[in-house]
């Protein structure tokens, strides 16, 4: 006999689109056909699953995203007005040197200049604009079931085979094109190299990954916390057990560490805006105004999670220390944190091995370490 499929009023999933009929047999219509009492008939419903991986919208009217920064030149003389011929205010000396610009004004001679503070300002050829990272992490809305990332080189091309050589016949990959991990294996040249579907197969040098891992001990299953890989270089907020954001990072540099443990960061220790100086009359000094969303976790070493306006290096080591962010991914974990959790919230700082990898995809035991 024939068999049919009803309409029905029935709701199955977690967000519906509409009702879809299917008159094929059940076995084509997957998980979401449900048999009536008869056997002969089924109820299907097309149903849309929330995407896992979604980019976090903008705050509207938020300061990052129209604030104007940039880095002065060496020996950049600050005037009292916008004029050649008005005060010296003060020489910035050399260093690493960024401020917050309050607008531009133009002289009598043409020339135009940038207000840096009440009563401040600096000749337009002495002050670089800052252009900030367009890169953003991702909000997680259900468990990662596998390891996920971004590409941190410029371009380059997959290959069919783990340690072959790059098929042309692959789209090239980019710079923070997002990826997900599919199976691991250690190839003749030493590396790791990861599937990324599609037979594509890529370094590990090429990529940063994500993957779900326990709360740290002290961090009880109702905490926040964000767990920062020094080998990965990316950033996992968590809500207890569950991944719910993920994003690239740039922890210390190898001479300014960034040290592992378990941190918290209180209420006295947050800032929407802050200063940042250090060594001050080395060949490394650096002032940096208005650092956005600031969270000290490491008072002992003055280290902190926050956003980076003049740097795109995000998946790779550049800080003195501090846990480098996207403007608007500080943003995210500054709003989160506070927003659920009025006096402190945990920072785990730890160095992964893309090794356990080989454990999550051992095919005689793919539980093996979980």
């Given amino acids: 006999m024939k068999r049919t499929v009803l309409r029905n009023l029935f709701v199955f999933g977690l967000i519906v689109s509409g009702l879809s009929l299917f008159t094929s047999g ?142 042309e016949r692959f789209s090239k990959m980019k710079r923070y094109d997002f990826i997900e991990v599919y199976d691991a294996v250690e190839a003749d040249d030493g590396w790791i190299w990861y599937n990324i579907g599609d037979g594509r197969w890529i370094n590990q040098q090429n990529v940063s990954l994500v993957d779900v891992d326990e709360r740290p001990e002290g961090v009880g299953p109702n905490d926040l916390w964000t767990e920062i890989d020094l080998y990965e270089q990316t950033l996992a907020a968590y809500e207890g057990d569950t991944m719910v954001f993920a994003t690239l990072i740039s922890t210390g540099l190898n001479r300014w560490p960034t040290y592992e443990g378990l941190f918290q960061v209180d209420s006295d220790n947050r800032f929407v805006e802050t200063k940042m100086g250090g ?46 962010m996207p403007v608007q991914d500080s943003e995210w974990v500054f709003n989160w944190s506070t927003d659920h959790n009025d006096l402190d919230f945990f920072v785990y700082v730890w160095e992964s091995s893309p090794s356990q990898y080989f454990e999550r995809y051992d095919p005689i035991d793919p539980f093996v370490g979980a």
């Fill in 26 to 167: 059940a076995e084509a219509f997957g998980s979401y056909c449900f048999p009536l009492e008869t056997g002969e008939q089924y109820v299907c419903s097309f149903v849309t699953v929330q995407p896992q991986f979604v980019r976090p919208e903008a705050v509207k009217d938020e300061f990052v995203l129209t604030q104007q920064y940039g880095r002065l030149a060496d020996y950049t003389n600050v005037h009292r007005e916008p004029t050649r011929n008005s005060e010296i205010v003060r020489n910035v000396g050399d260093g690493f040197l960024y401020v917050t610009t309050q607008g531009m004004f133009q002289d009598e001679g043409g020339e135009w200049w940038y207000m840096i503070n009440l009563g401040e300002f600096v000749h337009y050829d002495d002050l670089k604009v800052a252009e900030q990272s367009t890169f953003r992490g991702v909000e997680i809305n259900y468990q990662p079931t596998r390891p996920f990332g971004w590409v941190v080189v410029r371009d380059f091309t997959p290959s069919t085979a783990p340690g072959a050589e790059a098929d």
């Fill in 279 to 324: 060594a001050e009359g080395k060949v490394d000094y650096y002032f940096v105004e208005d650092v956005p969303h600031t969270m000290y976790f490491d008072l002992h070493n003055e280290i902190a999670l926050h956003g980076a306006y003049w740097h795109d290096r995000f998946g790779y080591k550049h800080s003195h220390g501090c846990v480098n």
